[in-house]
C-alpha cells in the first residue's frame, strides 16, 4: 500500500516524460530520473539513521527537490512533516514544538533558523542538509547510494505524513495522513476531473505536485512565491501555461483573479488548458466567467480541508450557466443569500449536516434537506487525527456506532433536495444576534453583486447579541453604502477597508475574526 508505487509504475510507463518542470529553478526531471533519484535519497535517509516511521521534520523550497525528497521518504517509510512556509517564523517555530520531530532534513537557511531557536529543535535527533554545505549536518547527496530498489512495505494505515493546516481561524494543526489517504486522494481527484498520464499541470501550490505525479502528469511550477501567491506577476504565469502547453493548472483564487484579469487586458488566451481547479477559499462567478472566456476548458471549484479533500466539487456551467448565456446556475441563487453551492460530494465520501455546537461532539441524526447546520463528512480521504494534540482531536472528530471517522469541517453548510453541499460560512465566523443565525457566505454572496467588490461579514459583541458589520474592500464610496443597506437590511453599519487580512497559504481567505476585532474599535453602535 506504500504511496510511492505510483511513482515506481509511472516510471515503468512513461519513463522519459517529465515528472517535474520548474519555472523558478529552471530544472527539470523525468519520471524514471525522479524514481532514481528519490530511490537513492531514500537510502540516503536510511544510511543517515532515520528509521521507518520517524517524523521529520522537511524544509526545501518548492521545485524538484521538495518534490524528490517527499517520494524519498515515502520509499524509505519516513513520515515527513510538511509547513506552510507563509505561516512566519513565530507560527513555525510553535509547530515544531508541538510536532516535536525526531529529524530535520532541510536546507542550510532552514537550519540557520533552526540554530537561532534550539529550544523549540530540542527532539531533533538528526540533521541533514540538501545542499552543497553541509551545516545542519552531512548532505543527503553524500549519503545517497545506489543500494538497489526501496520501498518500505507500508501497511494501509501506517502514517505516511504530517500536512499542516493553515490556521486560518486557529493555530495550524497538523493533520496526520495515511498511505490509504493518499492512495483514495489520488483515485478521487481522477475519478472526478478526469485526469489523464501525459498531461501537463500548471501547480501554483507546491503540494499538488505529490498528486502530480502520481497521476502520471508533469508538474509545471510555475513563477509564483509559494509564501504570496496573491503577489505573482500574472503575466509570467499566463506566458508559462501557454509555452508549457499545460493542460490543466491548480491554485487560490488570488493566482487566478491576476491571471484573468491580465489575460482579458491583453487578449491572451490559454488554448491548452482543459481545466482550472481552484481552492483555497470561495470562488466569485465574476471570476468564473472570467476564466472561461480565456480557455477552451471548464473551470471546477473544489471543497474540502487539509483534514478532508477532496469533499465535493462544482464545474463552472453548473455555478454560471452555459458559456455565451446571461449568468444562470448557482450563482443567481448565492447573489440572493443561499450560499456558495460546491457541488456533489467526491466519490467514495459521505457528507451530513449536524446541529450547531461548539465543543466535542458525538454522533448525532443528520438534520432535514436544507437545514443549516455543521458539515461532517466520512471516507477513505478523511484524517483521523492531529499530531500530538489529543484535545483538538476529540473536538474535531466523531466516532459513530459502526465505527467510521466523520472529521467536522468547522464550516456552516446545508445540502439541498438535489443532494449538493451548500457552503454557509465557517462555524468559529457565525453570527448570533437577538434576530437569530446569520452566516458570512449568505450575506456576503448579495453583498458581492451588488457591491462587484469583496466584502465580509463580522461580529461586534458577543454571542447572542452581536451586531452585523460588513466590511467592504476599497475606497469609501457612500452611494455603494447605501444600495448596501437597502440590500442586507440585518447588517447595521458597513465600514471600508483598503484591504482585507488574508490567510498566507492562498492569499484568499478572508481572516473575519482579526477583521471583526479591528471593526469592533471602529463603529459605534447604539
Known amino acids: 500500500m506504500n504511496v510511492a508505487h505510483w511513482l515506481e509504475r509511472r ?45 521529520t521534520l522537511v524544509m526545501v523550497r518548492a521545485g524538484v527537490d ?9 520509499k524509505a517509510g519516513v513520515v515527513p512533516v510538511l509547513l506552510d512556509p507563509g505561516m512566519g517564523i513565530p507560527g513555525f517555530l510553535r509547530c515544531v514544538r508541538q510536532i516535536r520531530p525526531e529529524a530535520f532534513v532541510g536546507i542550510p537557511l532552514a537550519h540557520a533558523v533552526a540554530w ?9 535527533r538528526t540533521r541533514v542538509t540538501v545542499g552543497e554545505w553541509a551545516i545542519g549536518g ?8 545506489e543500494d538497489g530498489r526501496l520501498l518500505h512495505p507500508a501497511s494501509p494505515d501506517d502514517e505516511a505524513a ?115 481547479v481552484i481552492a483555497g477559499a470561495s470562488v466569485s462567478p465574476d471570476l468564473v466567467l472570467k476564466l472561461r472566456m480565456i480557455m477552451p476548458g471548464e473551470v471546477h471549484t473544489p471543497y474540502g480541508a487539509t483534514e478532508a479533500l477532496p469533499v465535493a466539487s462544482i464545474a463552472g456551467e453548473a455555478l454560471v450557466g452555459p458559456r455565451g448565456e446571461a449568468p444562470s446556475g448557482t450563482c443567481v441563487a448565492t447573489a440572493h443569500g443561499a450560499g456558495t ?34 458539515i461532517v463528512v466520512a471516507g477513505d480521504v478523511v484524517t483521523r487525527s492531529y499530531a500530538g494534540l489529543p484535545d483538538a482531536t476529540a473536538r474535531a472528530k466523531i466516532v459513530d456506532a459502526d465505527g467510521r471517522t466523520w472529521h467536522r469541517m468547522g464550516d456552516l453548510g446545508r445540502v439541498d433536495d438535489a443532494g449538493r453541499l451548500w457552503f454557509m460560512g465557517r462555524l468559529a465566523e457565525r453570527l448570533e444576534t437577538t434576530e437569530g443565525l446569520l452566516c ?74 482579526d477583521l471583526g476585532r479591528w471593526a469592533s474599535g471602529r463603529v459605534r453602535l447604539p
Open 116 to 124: 537561532s531557536a534550539p529550544s523549540a529543535f530540542e527532539s531533533v
Open 162 to 276: 504530517v500536512l499542516f493546516t493553515s490556521g486560518s481561524t486557529g493555530p495550524a494543526k497538523g493533520a496526520v495522513y495515511t498511505h490509504r489517504i493518499f492512495d483514495a486522494q489520488v483515485r478521487a481527484l481522477r475519478a472526478m476531473y478526469g485526469f489523464e498520464p501525459g498531461e501537463v499541470d500548471c501547480a501554483a501550490f507546491p503540494l499538488f505536485s505529490l498528486f502530480d505525479a502520481a497521476l502520471g502528469m508533469t508538474s509545471l511550477i510555475p513563477p509564483v512565491n509559494p509564501s504570496r501567491p496573491g503577489r505573482c506577476d500574472p503575466e509570467e504565469v499566463a506566458r508559462c501555461i501557454r509555452a508549457y502547453h499545460a493542460t490543466t493548472a491548480f491554485g487560490s483564487p488570488a493566482v487566478w483573479n491576476r491571471v484573468a484579469t491580465w489575460c482579458l487586458a491583453n487578449a491572451f488566451r490559454l488554448p491548452d488548458l482543459h481545466r482550472i
Open 440 to 513: 458570512t457566505d449568505s450575506v456576503e454572496g448579495t453583498a458581492n453583486a451588488v457591491s462587484g467588490r469583496r466584502c465580509a461579514l463580522v461580529g461586534v459583541g458577543t454571542r447572542p447579541n452581536q451586531r452585523a458589520v460588513l466590511v467592504v474592500e476599497g475606497r469609501t464610496d457612500g452611494a455603494l453604502a447605501t444600495r448596501l443597506r437597502a440590500a442586507l437590511p440585518r447588517v447595521e453599519a458597513i465600514l471600508f477597508r483598503r484591504s482585507m487580512p488574508v490567510d498566507p497559504r492562498h492569499n484568499a481567505k478572508i481572516h473575519r475574526l
Open 11 to 55: 516510471a515503468e510507463e512513461m519513463p522519459l516524460d517529465l515528472a517535474v518542470l520548474s519555472r523558478p529553478e529552471n530544472r527539470a526531471i523525468s519520471f524514471e530520473d525522479l524514481h532514481a533519484r528519490s530511490t537513492r535519497w531514500g537510502h540516503g535517509l536510511r544510511r543517515a539513521g532515520i528509521e521507518p516511521g520517524t517524523r
Open 66 to 74: 521538495l518534490v524528490t525528497l517527499t517520494w524519498a521518504c515515502f
Open 341 to 374: 453551492c460546491v457541488g456533489r460530494p467526491a466519490p467514495g465520501t459521505d457528507v451530513r449536516i449536524l446541529p450547531i455546537h461548539d465543543g466535542p461532539m458525538a454522533d448525532a441524526p443528520a438534520l432535514p434537506s436544507d437545514a443549516i447546520g455543521e
Open 138 to 145: 552531512p548532505t543527503l547527496e553524500s549519503l545517497a547510494r
